[in-house]
Structures are given as structure tokens and as C-alpha cells.
């Protein structure tokens, strides 16, 4: 059974830094392209990241710079740090195992403006 578990939202000041992480199972991950969404209240979910397996990364224009998405093939994780953080940056944020399409259950980023 497929399983993504994420962790290490929170509330954060604008201008502050969190890391995401998704936890990983029940399917090889080292060969899945993982990626990350987030969805903003009243609106659509928006792809952020990618990281393919071995490691390459692509990203939204509006996180580029800000943003870096990386992954553990060893403990099965992918993460997001997530530095600059702006009140636009408030959402419900997900990862994603692409191939599967499955979605982990969401982890609250809110920056308060």
C-alpha cells in the first residue's frame, strides 16, 4: 500500500524558512518521480517541485530561488526547504509519488502578512 506522510508545516514570519518533509512507502521509491503541491484556500492546487529519482530538480517560477526540493533514496523521504517565505506562500502543502498519483494527507504552511 502506498503511503505518503508529511510534516514540518507550521506558522512562520514572512522573511522565515520551514522544511517539508514527506515520508515514503510501500512502493521503490528510489525510481519514482516524487513532486510537491500546495493548494491556497478558494484556490486550485498548484504544482511547486519535482524531484526525479536521481535527484534533478524543477520548480515554479514563483518558489525559484527560494525553494529546494531534494530527496533520501536511503531513508525513502523527500523534503522541501522552503526559505523567503512570503504571505503568498500560505497554503495546504502535498507531496505526491507521480507515478502512483497518490497525494500524502497535507501538512499548513501559514506566513501571516
Known amino acids: 500500500q502506498v503511503q505518503l506522510v508529511e510534516s514540518g508545516g507550521g506558522l512562520v514570519q514572512p522573511g522565515g524558512s520551514l522544511r517539508l518533509s514527506c515520508a515514503c512507502s510501500g512502493f521503490p521509491f528510489s525510481e519514482h518521480i516524487m513532486t510537491w503541491h500546495r493548494q491556497a484556500p478558494g484556490k486550485a492546487r498548484e504544482w511547486v517541485a519535482t524531484v526525479a529519482p536521481g535527484g534533478a530538480t524543477f520548480y515554479t517560477d514563483s518558489v525559484k530561488g527560494r525553494f529546494t526540493a531534494s530527496r533520501d533514496n536511503a531513508n525513502n523521504r523527500i523534503y522541501l526547504q522552503m526559505n523567503s517565505l512570503k504571505p503568498e506562500d500560505t497554503a495546504m502543502y502535498y507531496c505526491?509519488?507521480?507515478?502512483?498519483?497518490?497525494w500524502g494527507q497535507g501538512t499548513q504552511v501559514t506566513v501571516p502578512s
Open positions: 505526491q509519488d507521480f507515478d502512483t498519483t497518490t
